[in-house]
């Protein structure tokens, strides 16, 4: 079953959120991991593409969308299937996708918009219900 972390940050910035899921993904994907980053919408899945290319000046994340089926580590997508990837799923959606199951890890990133927060209560509740690992981080700076 898979282990969850849920990240909480201390700002109400939703921007600050995607850096933070940009953070986790080269961290695992420097370590050799193959990891799905789930997108709420298209727009938000543009916008975290674009800093993967930026967010650490001349370094990047090399990354593809996941309807390409490339082979890719780092995969973003907005729909039902995660394909292939299986070691780390980073979950910008509002809900608990239903492939949640065939990852290792789950990362949830929770900032201190209300929305965020009841979606964040509502899936930790489900992954609770359904006997998940459970892990919360709540950091003190960004």
């Given at each position: 079953?898979?282990?969850?972390?849920?990240?909480?940050?201390?700002?109400?910035?939703?921007?600050?959120?995607?850096?933070?899921?940009?953070?986790?993904?080269?961290?695992?994907?420097?370590?050799?991991?193959?990891?799905?980053?789930h997108c709420q919408d298209e727009?938000?899945?543009?916008?975290?593409?674009?800093?993967?290319?930026?967010?650490?000046?001349?370094?990047?994340?090399?990354?593809?969308?996941?309807?390409?089926?490339?082979?890719?580590?780092?995969?973003?997508?907005?729909?039902?299937?995660?394909?292939?990837?299986?070691?780390?799923?980073?979950?910008?959606?509002?809900?608990?996708?239903?492939?949640?199951?065939?990852?290792?890890?789950?990362?949830?990133?929770?900032?201190?918009?209300?929305?965020?927060?009841?979606?964040?209560?509502?899936?930790?509740?489900?992954?609770?219900?359904?006997?998940?690992?459970?892990?919360?981080?709540?950091?003190?700076?960004?």
């Amino acid at each position: 079953m898979s282990k969850v972390d849920f990240y909480i940050l201390p700002t109400d910035s939703l921007s600050a959120r995607l850096d933070f899921a940009c953070k986790l993904c080269e961290k695992a994907w420097r370590l050799g991991h193959r990891v799905y980053l789930h997108c709420q919408d298209e727009a938000q899945r543009v916008d975290l593409d674009e800093r993967l290319w930026r967010f650490r000046g001349e370094a990047f994340v090399p990354h593809d969308l996941a309807e390409q089926h490339s082979e890719a580590q780092v995969a973003l997508g907005i729909d039902a299937s995660a394909g292939e990837h299986r070691d780390l799923l980073i979950n910008l959606g509002a809900s608990v996708p239903a492939f949640v199951g065939q990852f290792e890890r789950v990362a949830e990133i929770v900032v201190e918009d209300a929305a965020i927060r009841q979606s964040a209560r509502d899936r930790f509740r489900f992954y609770r219900e359904q006997g998940y690992a459970l892990q919360d981080h709540r950091l003190q700076r960004l």
